[in-house]
């Protein structure tokens, strides 16, 4: 049996232990991804996925459980946690945490600058980097990053991390701040390098769109633990599911589901735009009504 990329045992987490503002944020979380998979944890806010993630790259250590990353257990003394961040990229919600230099071109390349590689190499990296996110390098390379728009400095932060190469991505909701031109071509970009370059992608968002696009595998996360995980198929289909754990679905479903409510013979289980969209021109088609239906949903 293949060994998983990433494996979390029984994590467990307390905020302020010992104090009256101690708070468990994570009790018994299990986690297995495997190498060249793309993985989304959803959940609502508290439910414990930014701490589940800031484990899988060692800016927190296991309190109580496992986390194994490449074979290498992070509840070790011993393990190099400089060479473990160049492996697992993090991605923090808020890029402000992650910028820190004044020009675009010289943040980006801090990363590259620290593992040693020379000056060729990392102008290279910075290049290539900027160009994943949309960034063009002779435009953007010498601008301040105190002048950037939110969405620029998310942009330069994810750049800062893919500079690095890293064997595995962990962003946390990724697309918050973009325009929705932008959100789609860096959900392209993302999906590109998880499929071509096979990257392994482990992402947090609210938006079940993204989700549903982009992921292999969704994990639920609720009051410090996982409490279902399947495909998006798996998951955005069951209804009595959703419901149970109040999971968030793509418009898609939601239009689907209701069409099925007004008594429509659609398949629910077709929840990618293009599915959907044929099953709502089945009921265009099949209803002179159903136009009218269509446009209350």
């Not at 490449?70 to 160049?86: A, I, N, P, T, Y």
């Not at 069409?259 to 959907?276: H, P």
Request: one cysteine or more.
């Amino acid at each position: 049996m293949k060994r998983p990329i990433i494996e979390v045992k029984n994590l467990t987490h307390t905020y302020m232990k010992g104090t009256p503002m101690e708070h468990v944020a994570l009790k018994g979380a299990n986690l297995l991804v495997e190498q060249g998979e793309c993985i989304a944890i959803i959940g609502h806010t508290g439910s414990g996925k930014s701490t589940l993630i800031q484990h899988l790259n060692g800016l927190m250590r296991p309190e109580s459980g496992k986390v194994i990353i490449d074979g290498e257990d992070l509840s070790e003394k011993h393990v190099d946690l400089k060479k473990l961040r160049q492996k697992v990229g993090l991605v923090f919600q808020n890029p402000e945490d992650q910028i820190f230099e004044k020009i675009i071109g010289d943040d980006i390349a801090y990363g590259p600058f620290k593992m040693g590689l020379p000056l060729k190499e990392v102008r290279e990296r910075v290049k290539w980097a900027m160009s994943v996110v949309g960034l063009d390098f002779e435009e953007m390379k010498d601008r301040q990053t105190f002048a950037l728009s939110g969405g620029q400095k998310r942009k330069v932060a994810l750049a800062g991390i893919l500079a690095l190469k890293p064997k595995i991505l962990v962003l946390d909701e990724p697309t918050a701040g973009l325009d929705p031109r932008s959100r789609n071509e860096l959900l392209e970009k993302i999906n590109r390098l998880n499929k071509e370059e096979k990257l392994t992608v482990i992402f947090v968002s609210h938006n079940m769109e993204e989700v549903a696009r982009l992921a292999d595998r969704i994990y639920v996360m609720a009051d410090g633990g996982i409490v279902l995980t399947g495909t998006p198929k798996e998951i955005f289909t069951d209804k009595k599911k959703l419901i149970r754990h109040q999971i968030g679905t793509p418009e898609t479903v939601q239009i689907l589901y209701r069409l099925s409510d007004l008594g429509y013979q659609v398949n629910t289980n077709a929840f990618s735009i293009t599915e959907a969209a044929y099953e709502v021109m089945k009921v265009i088609a099949g209803n002179k009504e159903g136009s009218q239906y269509v446009q209350r949903i």
